[in-house]
């Protein structure tokens, strides 16, 4: 379950993209903050197609992407081009909608206007760092610094025709690179209105059609059949989706800053109860798993995000029953 966890969080994560070296030095704010609202909207509403790279570890790994909108719905094709032949479907979402997977990395996860980035700015230092070149076009760099502990920092390449985020990288807190996502190549726009949306791969290869629940952008957030709260947060984190316990007896929910986010897995099924405590990174995500027990049923709470693991385990630490008390 947990693998499963990490999975799915990462394959989404693989369409942001990386990080440009260069001079820092600081800029208006308000040139910031044009450049991350025009990356929120460029995400949402562009159709683009193009080859990435991921890398964390050492490890490099190439993955082929179709991101096509058209009359207000949202078509991708996710094809791994290293290892075995892998393959993500997705069609017809609406163009507001958010699975829990693609809140990492996502450019259309940011609602940034003049409140959001000023909540923001509470968290988080934003500069230009300097024109570089990225997969063939010229990009923006706009460095994001936490202010404090509990999150990342972010380096941003911004398509300066379109607005497409071209690269991306996570920084820890000693200011090295965690997570590198970088395009190699990349086609933007109407040259795409005629692709046609099928698979690349035979019915025999692995082709996975995501019919995970679409969470509507914006849309309020009813937790009033969970049995569980944090009993504390990081500063600046909200809630932002949550899912009711499933068939699997899995419930989650989800909290973000704007740009941060972290998910909240609680799950009562047996395979996960025998899962020993788990404290791990795949990349930039961290996954903290501890169990409680809840009127005699015992349970296994896993957080997993692009948050320090310190964070992590205090958040992990923190999820308790609403009703009573915890056993051991």
Not at 172 to 187: H, I, Y
Request: with cysteine.
């Amino acid at each position: 379950m947990l693998v499963k966890w990490l999975k799915n969080i990462k394959l989404a994560a693989l369409i942001a993209a990386v990080f440009v070296h260069g001079p820092l030095f600081a800029e208006p704010m308000d040139s910031a903050q044009d450049l991350m609202a025009r990356m929120a909207k460029a995400s949402k509403e562009l159709s683009y197609k193009g080859l990435f790279t991921y890398e964390f570890r050492g490890n490099l790994t190439s993955v082929k992407v179709v991101h096509i909108v058209r009359d207000g719905q949202t078509y991708e094709r996710i094809v791994h081009m290293d290892g075995p032949e892998r393959e993500i479907v997705r069609r017809g979402d609406d163009m507001d909608c958010m699975r829990a997977s693609d809140m990492l990395l996502r450019g259309n996860v940011l609602k940034i206007n003049d409140d959001s980035y000023s909540h923001l700015q509470d968290f988080y230092s934003f500069y230009i760092r300097g024109d570089a070149r990225i997969a063939g076009r010229a990009v923006s760099v706009v460095n994001v610094i936490p202010k404090d502990k509990f999150r990342y920092g972010y380096i941003v390449a911004i398509d300066k025709e379109t607005g497409l985020m071209l690269q991306s990288i996570l920084i820890n807190s000693q200011g090295k690179p965690m997570e590198r996502f970088q395009f190699v190549d990349v086609s933007i726009g109407a040259d795409l209105d005629n692709v046609e949306f099928t698979s690349e791969l035979s019915a025999s290869d692995d082709i996975d059609v995501d019919q995970s629940d679409c969470l509507k952008a914006n849309q309020p957030v009813n937790v009033s059949s969970s049995q569980w709260v944090p009993k504390w947060l990081p500063p600046g984190f909200v809630l932002s989706s949550y899912q009711p316990v499933d068939a699997e007896g899995q419930e989650s929910l989800m909290y973000t800053d704007g740009l941060a986010v972290f998910s909240v897995f609680i799950d009562s099924a047996e395979k996960s109860r025998r899962l020993p405590p788990v404290d791990a990174n795949l990349g930039a995500t961290v996954a903290v798993l501890t169990k409680t027990s809840l009127n005699n049923q015992q349970y296994a709470i896993c957080v997993v995000g692009e948050i320090p693991r310190s964070t992590a385990s205090q958040i992990a630490n923190a999820i308790s029953p609403l009703l009573a008390s915890p056993s051991p």
